[in-house]
């Protein structure tokens, strides 16, 4: 079965600050990588996804994530976060029918 | 466009009861998945149904059922409620089975 950690549950950094998050997977087959976001008060909602290809992926909102194979690993970044970026991040691996999500990161950008 | 729309967004039961949770994918979409979300944990996989047919199970136990209807929308059963069965339930629909999930705003259960 795949399963996804994530480091850091909580992040509080300033506006302008540069956000990097991690994911690292485990998982068999062929891997499709996703991040998801959730804004207070609101539904889960894609943010960036990789199947295949460029293994640097880009998103909504400025947001950008790398696959590097040889680390299991689907780290999300932002150069310059702002205010609006506090949320919850959920990174999620895709197999046997189903999604398995990290535990989250609570991420939140101080004005 | 309509997203997924979920039934009811909040509900309180007693433990022992049962609970019934509806799911209407977005229009087009023939798959639905069951999620359930703890408070300070990620959604965790409970079914999904493709083509009126269940494809995945998560490992939950057999307390929990669900279906999906002819139209493609879903209903997730619960029975003999327990305390830890508090939770966030959140469905997601999609055009086919590994195509990318839009989810719902989910139903709070509280069992008290």
């Known amino acids: 079965a795949q399963s996804v950690s994530q480091h850091n549950h909580h992040v509080i950094l300033s506006e302008a600050a540069s956000l990097e998050l991690g994911c690292n997977y485990s998982y068999g087959g062929t891997v499709n990588l996703f991040w998801y976001v959730q804004y207070p008060g609101q539904h889960l909602q894609l943010l960036l996804k990789y199947f295949s290809g460029d293994p640097l992926v880009k998103g909504i909102k400025g947001f950008e994530a790398e696959f590097i194979k040889s680390k299991f690993s689907f780290n999300l970044r932002k150069p310059s976060v702002q205010w609006s970026d506090t949320a919850e991040y959920f990174c999620?691996?895709?197999?046997?029918?189903?999604?398995?999500f990290g535990k989250g990161n609570q991420v939140v950008v101080i004005p | 466009d309509a997203g997924v729309t979920q039934s009811p967004t909040h509900l309180i039961k007693t433990r022992g009861q049962h609970v019934t949770l509806r799911c209407s994918p977005i229009?087009?979409?023939?798959?639905v998945s069951w999620y359930q979300q703890v408070l300070g944990q990620g959604p965790q996989f409970i079914f999904q149904y493709y083509e009126k047919e269940e494809r995945g199970r998560g490992n939950f136990p057999d307390r929990f059922s669900a279906r999906q209807f002819p139209n493609y929308s879903s209903e997730l059963n619960v029975n003999a409620l327990l305390l830890g069965d508090s939770a966030l339930y959140l469905c997601?629909?999609?055009?086919?089975?590994?195509?990318?999930?839009?989810f719902g705003s989910g139903t709070q259960l509280s069992v008290l």
């Open positions: 229009s087009g979409h023939k798959s």
């Open positions: 999620a691996v895709y197999g046997n029918n189903r999604l398995a």
């Open positions: 997601a629909s999609s055009l086919a089975h590994n195509e990318k999930l839009f």
